[in-house]
């Protein structure tokens, strides 16, 4: 499985943005997806991640901010995130597992990642 992630960009403290993950591969549809995110000089953290069966589990510093969502026929994975803060600035990227986790290394493939700047 192959990931290319995109969408990220510089946005003001309160705007949107959507990131998007394409895969390409076969079974995309059985695998569990998850976004993850790691800031200047911080270690790489979770911020979603969605289950084959379509279940969603949020970090809770995104809770009600974020929304993951799985497209398996055009084999993407998006992340809406909304009311963006300073501290949601990142490189953020795209994996795929065999199920749902927030732990990285539960993770087989991973994107090249996609810089989101959230300016005050």
């Known amino acids: 499985v192959q990931l290319q992630a995109s969408g990220g960009g510089l946005v003001q403290a309160g705007g949107s943005l959507r990131l998007s993950c394409a895969a390409s591969?076969?079974?995309?549809?059985?695998?569990?997806m998850g976004w993850f995110r790691q800031a200047p000089g911080k270690e790489r953290e979770f911020v979603a991640a969605?289950?084959?069966?379509?279940?969603?589990y949020y970090a809770d510093s995104v809770k009600g901010r974020f929304t993951i969502s799985k497209d398996n026929a055009k084999k993407t994975v998006s992340l809406q995130m909304n009311s963006l803060k300073p501290e949601d600035t990142a490189v953020y990227y795209c994996?795929?597992?065999?199920?749902?986790?927030?732990?990285?290394?539960?993770?087989?493939?991973w994107g090249q990642g996609t810089l989101v700047t959230v300016s005050s």
């Open positions: 591969g076969p079974s995309f549809s059985s695998y569990g």
């Open positions: 994996a795929a597992g065999l199920y749902r986790s927030s732990t990285a290394r539960n993770y087989d493939y």
């Open positions: 969605i289950g084959w069966s379509g279940s969603t």
